[in-house]
């Protein structure tokens, strides 16, 4: 298994430039998420699908949209690029076990620049 | 006030000795608690969940929790210079729909 998987892994955008990131996992999870994460802010939540067919705005959703294709695949839209999204960007994806704590486990990320 | 805070370090520590990392979370009904390890250029890899009060270990690693005192650590025994990294604190509050709140994280170095 692959897990969670990311593409691209490193990506350049001018001012204004539009771009999807692409996520997928192969563990038959629900739930999916997309993080960014900032020097000296931690990780923070864009947006989240907790289920096929449904989408929620995270702490931090301004400037992003998200399709959840289908139960495997989650994907970023930045619309117009500005270099305050400058950051790298996580997926992640859970599912409940046993104990119904829903563990999340992350992509390699894509560290995305713009100028 | 942050709602998961960490002292953000870096905490050095010698080989075999004992590392002690902690988190405590504003938020009373917060029932899911975790603990990831990131390297330097890495994604967060998952290391520990602990949702009860009191201790829970797994080979080297144990998570202790303390929901009177709204307090959660991370005790990693015989550290070893592979431990080196930033650990992250991440919390699930009741009705918050499975969303992680993290904090800054601890960078931990375990010096040869």
């Known amino acids: 298994n692959a897990g969670v998987t990311q593409t691209p892994k490193f990506q350049v955008l001018k001012t204004g430039q539009s771009m999807t990131l692409q996520c997928a996992q192969d563990?038959?999870?629900?739930?999916m998420y997309w993080y960014r994460q900032d020097p000296g802010m931690g990780l923070r939540l864009i947006y989240y699908?907790?289920?096929?067919?449904?989408?929620d705005k995270g702490e931090v959703p301004n400037g992003y949209n998200v399709s959840r294709l289908n139960k495997r695949e989650f994907s970023l839209r930045l619309e117009s690029a500005a270099p305050s999204q400058t950051s790298v960007y996580f997926c992640?994806?859970?599912?409940?076990?046993?104990?119904?704590?829903?563990?999340?486990?992350f992509g390699p990320g894509t560290r995305l620049t713009v100028t | 006030q942050k709602e998961v805070e960490q002292n953000s370090g870096p905490l050095s520590v010698p080989e075999g000795a004992i590392a002690s990392l902690n988190c405590t979370y504003s938020?009373?009904?917060?029932?899911?608690f975790f603990w990831y390890r990131q390297y330097s250029g890495k994604s967060p890899e998952l290391i520990m969940s602990?949702?009860?009060?009191g201790d829970k270990e797994d080979g080297r690693f144990t998570a202790q929790l303390n929901k009177a005192s709204q307090y959660v650590s991370l005790l990693i025994r015989d550290s070893q210079p592979s431990d080196s990294a930033t650990y992250l604190c991440?919390?699930?509050?009741?009705?918050?729909?499975?969303?992680?709140?993290f904090g800054s994280g601890t960078q931990l170095t375990v010096l040869p």
């Open positions: 602990i949702y009860s009060n």
């Open positions: 992640a994806s859970s599912e409940a076990s046993i104990a119904d704590i829903y563990e999340q486990y």
């Open positions: 699908s907790a289920s096929e067919g449904t989408t």
């Open positions: 563990m038959n999870h629900n739930s």
């Open positions: 938020d009373r009904v917060s029932q899911s």
């Open positions: 991440a919390v699930i509050r009741t009705g918050s729909a499975r969303q992680l709140t």
